[in-house]
């Protein structure tokens, strides 16, 4: 498993297993995106929006559950239902028991008769280390992330579980 990074029309990066070192790859992709990139950006546009419905001052995080071409599941960042919808202290810190969006998105769907197994996470912000670990436990087999979270444990624990990772610098029209 690699790490994808798309960073233009000709040039991507990847990250190999066991190294610490990106490979640049230089190539020209034809003038039409191919259709899973086009389907990556749209869904991200969509998690995008969604995490505007975030009460949190700080960041505002969407993500959604892609299954079989259907949104299983969506979620953004913030308190645990029946909670004021108040994500920061008075410091301006995130209180501990905000929620993220992929844990929002993945309990919707264990509350359901869906399942995550083989599905897409895209996500506006790549997981933390914690989500990582549900992300992983409930069987999703891509995330696609928008921008990256301060501490990139989260994908390299995924990486090494074997999850595709795709990262989509850009939203715009390619």
């Known amino acids: 498993m690699c790490i994808v990074l798309i960073i233009s029309e000709k040039i991507t990066l990847f990250l190999l297993p066991g190294l610490d070192t990106l490979h640049l ?3 020209t992709l034809p ?5 899973q990139t086009t389907y990556d950006i749209a869904y991200l546009k969509m998690a995008r929006e969604w995490s505007k419905l975030s009460y949190c001052k700080r960041k505002q995080v969407g993500a959604l559950i892609v299954k079989d071409k259907m949104i299983i599941s969506d979620g953004y960042n913030g308190t645990p239902t029946g909670f004021e919808n ?4 008075d410091h301006g810190d995130t209180n501990w028991y ?3 969006a992929e844990a929002n998105a993945i309990l919707k769907v264990a509350g359901s008769t869906q399942s995550c197994k083989d599905a897409t996470l895209y996500i506006t912000m790549s997981p933390c280390k ?4 549900l992300i992983h436990q409930s069987g999703i087999k891509r995330v696609v992330y928008h921008k990256g979270y301060k ?3 989260g ?5 090494k579980a074997g ?5 989509i610098p850009s939203l715009e029209n390619q």
Do not use: G, N, P, R
Request: aromatic share 4%; charged share 30%.
């Open 98 to 100: 905000v929620l993220h």
């Open 130 to 133: 914690e989500c990582s670990k």
């Open 163 to 167: 999850v595709s990772i795709t990262h």
């Open 155 to 159: 994908l390299k624990f995924l990486e």
């Open 86 to 89: 108040v994500c920061e202290d």
């Open 31 to 35: 003038m039409k995106q191919d259709k």
């Open 151 to 153: 501490d990139a444990s």
């Open 25 to 27: 790859t230089s190539h």
